[in-house]
């Protein structure tokens, strides 16, 4: 193999597999050190300058970093990174003097997000301290798009939503409530605006048309019900619910049933359960509030009598599963479930009938607008999409990332700057040595298990529906939850033409990831390695050929606790730990015409 | 030195041997040799061979003198047994030992210090008796805990870190064993792991003393340029004669070598050794040939590494000469070992 050429910023990025793996590439390890330290506050604003809304995302993250945590593969289960983030914002103290300002002097631009869910307070967050002038239009009386109609109040309780989105309005932006945009064409042809940014979410559920659909006003669509709920508009439901599907949303609908008046619930699932789309903490905490999950049921026809409806009807099926993989089906036969209320949770996806066709923004065969994936532009050059409205659902944290995006270039565009010419990445290394054996970091490997955060009790937790559940990890368990960071942004970094090849490194290494062998192609190092490197989503690091013998040096990235005692016992200090800080850069990092920063 | 101790975690994928046990379990205390030791890497090959021949940790005797070498012992195996003796008497301790409990398996790790200056006497005289035992020295060519003197095993001509030059002719513990007889004599180097473990393996199971003189850099006072013990020299001055592979009892032999190239030496518990000669005019069961090559390479600066000699025919080993009991002394019951006043006085009637 060729030596590994880390003056790429994306080597050691990678090496960081939690914040490789967010969206917004949040600098978890500095975050979960400074909770360490006891600085919430600090923590709370390293998240904020990526993720934006720590508070919210901390409860109901999709937490792609915890899968990809490097702990995960040494023992069983990661570090709690969400819930660390929520114990940020928890213990924060008051953050106004440090949040970005609006200038005074604004730079003439005006810009209209449509819809005020994430994507769209992203960007105004990332715009108003340049000067812009950011108008945000909103349906609904409130902001916070399908964080605040969707996520039912005791996942995330409306405090937490109104005080961070508060934050971004308090800059400036002119937040325009019970006031849909009812036609594109009009906003664009008001020539108001420099740029608009659609964030207006995919909100339509899917329907599930089967016979009986229509004779009978108990059955709901999932997004659509827990709007309503979140509302107030209804407030309860029949005594039995099914829930047809087993996404994080047929989650939200089982456990509002319950707080609804419903004493059996059922989530109905065509699949078995590896198939499941739901978060599997989402399942665990659905699950133990006793909710039933059904698996190898699939929807026949919906039962009523004179418009009163009985329940539905399931075909039973039986599947062939190989190698993840679903090879055969047989119908075994027929079910009937009784129900008072069915709640549809399969799915919802974008609409925009108030997007005139012939304006220039083109959509492909499902609706769904043509966007540049970098850029976030439409073919409309003035008009940029993002979030669920962008690419379809998908989460919190990427609409986040979608809004630094579609900023950047709504910040390029205004200036006109080609807006695919963006900054690139950037990675800065800096020793972390402080003497013979100190290290500017806490190099040693904590054994403890993952915390379990606090639960409201089964009982206390059903008397209303606002009162979240989950209470959040105390600061004794958060302070040692911390610990189980393995510091992955502690690199370990390697100067070949220093190495004697004394072998100290590869006999301390506790987890076995150094070798000195003859170089080789990839398939073949891998192979021959002190332990062989059998997960290939992780890179090797090879140096250049060792000056005593030529071999090389090799260390498979995949289960290093970044220890340091490689560097330890490095007689010459041919290796050694340094931080890597990741540059992401953001719309005010980028350099353009006559912008006043 | 390190301020964190090595963690418990340990690779996924770690393989266990036929005890249940991983690498890992045959670790000791955390090293507080320098950093880049030769001796840290020999420790890594006694446990790699340790746990390859699925010893179990309390059957194992670990036997030390005085000097960096060693203090290695604490480094492996923290489940054996163990004597720090005093400087240069390892080889006493080990001889009495064994004598009382032929059952175990003996290591002695020791040093150019150790074992050629003040304890070259004990070494001499554990060879002539054909102790059995792994008999460890980890040459560096000075004195590290004093601050690099030149040892009894300094070439001629080799400099200190300071400048100065030896001049006064250097022990060579392989030349040595020959001439004593011993029945089984390699050297190897720290930083060759392929080579080293095998050789334990095999030494260990040796019937007999088994000395494996191991070339083990100091990396602060004998790694510079100017030194022949430095990683540098060793590597460049390095000649494999041979190549042992050691296969334990009851397991085909996998290697697959062309007729003609290999040897198999049984050893006495079943296992075996495979010999592969890398320079054919070289047998290392001609002794006396055996000395002369090393000789003649030694003067033009070559170290041969592999197994130099092995000769597992020989019948002289310890018990075997003093004509001991088949049985550890610990097992053996008290009315035997201690048969009381009456034999006593019949065995000292004897002598009347």
Redesign the interface.
Known sequence: MEPTDTSKPDYFHRVVDCQWACPAHTDVPEYIRLIAQGDFTAAYMVNRESNVFPGILGRVCDRPCEPACRRG???EKPVAICRLKRIAADHRDDVAALLPKAPAQKNGKRIACIGAGPASLTVANDLLPLGYAVTIFEQYAVAGGLMRTNIPAFRLPARVLDEEIGYITGMGADLRLNTPVRSLRRLLDSQAYDAVFVGSGAPKGKELELPGRNDTDRIHIGIDWLESVAFGHVDRVGERVLIIGVGNTAMDCCRSSLRLGARQVKVMARKPRQFFKASEWELEDAEQENVEIIVNHAPKSFVTEGGRLLGMMFEQLEYDVDGGEIRATRTLGEVFIPCDDVILAIGQENAFPWIEKDIGIDFDQWSVPKVNKTTFQSTLPGVFFGGDAAFGPKNIIWSVEHGHQAAISIHKYCHDEPVEERMPRGLKLSSRKMG???WAYK???N?VERRLVPHVGLVERFKKIDIEVELGFTAEEAALEVQRCLNCDMQTVFAAKLC?????C???C????LTITANGPEARLRARLT??A?NRTQALYVSAALP??GRVMVKDED?C?H?G?CA?????AAWDMQKSTINIPNAIDEQVGTCPV | MSYINKPKVAHPSLPTNKLGLTRRQYEGSMSTLCAGCGHDSVTASIIEACWGLDLKPEQLVKLSGIGCSSKTTAYFVAGAHGFNSVHGRMASIASGANAANRGLTYIGVSGDGDSLSIGVGQLVHAIRRNVNMLYLIENNGVYGLTKGQFSASADIGTKAKRGDVNVSPPIDPVLLALTLGATFVARSFSGDKAQLVPLIQAGMRHNGLALIDVLSPCVTFNDHEGSTKSYAFTREHYHAAIEADFVPPAEEIAVDYAAGETTRVGMHDGSSVLLRKLDPDYDPTDRSAAYRYIESKLRQNEYVTGLIHIDENDTTEFHKLNRTPDEPLNGIPFEKLSPGRAALDALMGKFR
């Open positions: 593969r040494i023992e013979m054996h100190e190099n040693e490997y054994g004697i090849e004394c072998d100290a590869i006999d301390i506790p987890v076995d990831c332990a062989p059998t005593q013998t289960v606790v220890c005692l330890e016992r490095c007689p010459t």
